[in-house]
């Protein structure tokens, strides 16, 4: 395992494939160990990449913030992405020793797995994404993505929410299991090759447990 820093960012990496690397936009607090249990696993390079500003940098456009009172969304993801594909692709894969393209998949959870969608439509940098509870109530989304060509790609989508996450509190967060459906149909009506599962639980709950059932049809089957 490998850890440094370009920019403001955190670098973890752990090498197991020069051929699929998989770039993890996720809190790393409890994920130390599964990292590297999981680049063995499932034969892929792990990226964890941390640092960045949750509400600003994964957001695509400026919107109110969420709940009431809280600063607002300044929608950078799109400087984000800049720094992602310019700076830190190359630096980490110059690092690992890879010099052929991988096919490289991205991972996030809560806005970061709306910045993974948001992003796979607009560049061809990650073959696949994988997103766990993706923010798709985010102001506007939807219909984003349904005004939208959807590319055609080679790659696989993996969508993931807990059952509980649809009753929130914050009405804002309760349309947030009709919003995914809606777009992983849309997707899928388009040509993409995706998946949903709704599992037991709600936001940010058992980590490790939802990210080996991505890995798992990602990379296993």
């Given amino acids: 395992m490998q ?3 370009i920019t403001n960012l955190k670098i973890t990496t752990v090498s197991a494939s020069s051929e699929r690397i998989c770039y993890v936009l996720y809190p790393l607090d409890n994920l130390r160990e599964w990292i590297e249990e999981a680049a063995d696993r499932y034969g892929v390079s792990i990226v964890a990449v ?3 500003d949750w509400d600003d940098d994964l957001t695509p456009w400026p919107a109110k913030g969420v709940p009431s009172g809280c600063p607002d969304f300044r929608g950078k993801a799109s400087g984000f992405l800049s720094e992602l594909t310019g700076s830190v692709i190359p630096e980490v894969e110059k690092r690992l020793h890879i010099t052929n393209a991988p096919k490289r998949t991205l991972v996030g959870v809560s806005l970061s797995g709306l910045f993974t969608l948001w992003q796979w439509m607009l560049n061809d940098t990650f073959t696949n994404i994988i997103s766990l509870s993706g923010s798709f109530w985010y102001d506007g989304f939807v219909e984003w993505i349904k005004s939208r060509d959807i590319p055609q790609k080679s790659g696989r989508a993996y969508f993931l929410l807990g059952d509980k996450e649809a009753k929130a509190k914050v009405k804002a967060f309760q349309s947030v299991q009709t919003d995914t459906v809606e777009i992983v ?6 040509g993409i090759d995706d998946y949903f599962e709704l599992v037991p639980g709600d936001h940010y709950q058992y980590g490790e447990q939802r990210l080996n059932r991505a890995f798992t049809w990602m990379f296993l089957k």
Wanted: glycine share 8%.
């Fill in 3 to 5: 850890t440094f820093t």
């Fill in 185 to 190: 149909n849309y997707l899928r009506r388009h």
């Fill in 50 to 52: 941390t640092g960045m």
